[in-house]
């Protein structure tokens, strides 16, 4: 991992925390300060940041965490809800049979993986073998997800819906892993609607497909805000 994934990993774990406070004023320096780093591997780290609205620009050199009001919150997720369904329905019109068969191959990976944890459930695995595999489920549908987006072909649909992303990928799985034990069916259901996304896509079903998506993207998200 490098200097600047770590100072990210880092900065991020400090805003969840609490130790970097919504409101809070910051700057390169002091950031680099605190993390014993230079400078650049911080400036690297919160450009991601503010592409992720964790950090926002307020001046040319005047950095704050982002305080986002629950209304402010709703209308980013009321965004990437309707441009989620906008991309599954392009994907339906424009994904390759190549670009299908290996969403179909994600998920059938994702079944297995899920087989077997549920398995570890039953024989009272390890809370760290189980957040491994649930990690690894994760990772695995949200790859669903882009290479879905991806097919649609189109780079300034992708960045629109990357800037109104509600949360980061690392953001998801963080909620997704505390949430999922006390939220378990929710959890299965939502993990069974990817058959019927890439179903939709597989019939060519623009609309269905739209349907399904939203469904799917604002039940996630407003799960993991109320966490």
């Known amino acids: 991992m490098s200097l600047a994934d770590q100072a990210y990993q880092r900065l991020r774990d400090a805003v969840r925390e609490g130790a ?22 911080v400036r690297e780290a919160l450009r991601q940041l503010v592409h992720e609205k964790v950090v926002e620009r307020v001046g040319p050199r005047s950095l704050r965490i982002a305080d986002h009001s629950a209304s402010a919150r709703s209308q980013i997720v009321e965004a990437e809800v309707r441009l989620s369904a906008l991309m599954a329905r392009l994907a339906a019109r424009s994904a390759t049979d190549a670009q299908l068969a290996e969403l179909s191959e994600l998920l059938d990976r994702a079944d297995r993986l899920v087989a077997q944890t549920e398995q570890a ?23 669903f997800h882009h290479q879905m987006e991806a097919s ?26 505390r949430l999922a034990p006390e939220r378990a069916e929710a959890f299965r259901r939502r993990y069974r609607e990817h058959r019927g996304l890439l179903d939709a896509l597989l019939e060519r079903d623009e609309e ?20």
């Open 20 to 41: 970097l406070r919504p409101g809070e004023k910051i700057t390169e320096r002091d950031l680099a300060a605190r993390l014993g780093v230079s400078p650049t591997p």
């Open 121 to 143: 459930v039953a024989e009272q695995g390890s809370e760290v073998e189980l957040a491994d595999r649930l990690t690894a489920v994760f990772r695995l549908l949200r790859q």
């Open 152 to 177: 649609v072909g189109n780079p300034v649909l992708e960045g629109l819906l990357g800037q109104a992303r509600a949360f980061s990928d690392e953001e998801r799985l963080d909620l997704t892993i």
């Open 208 to 227: 269905r497909a739209e349907q399904l998506a939203m469904h799917h993207h604002r039940e996630a998200l407003i799960q993991l805000s109320s966490g």
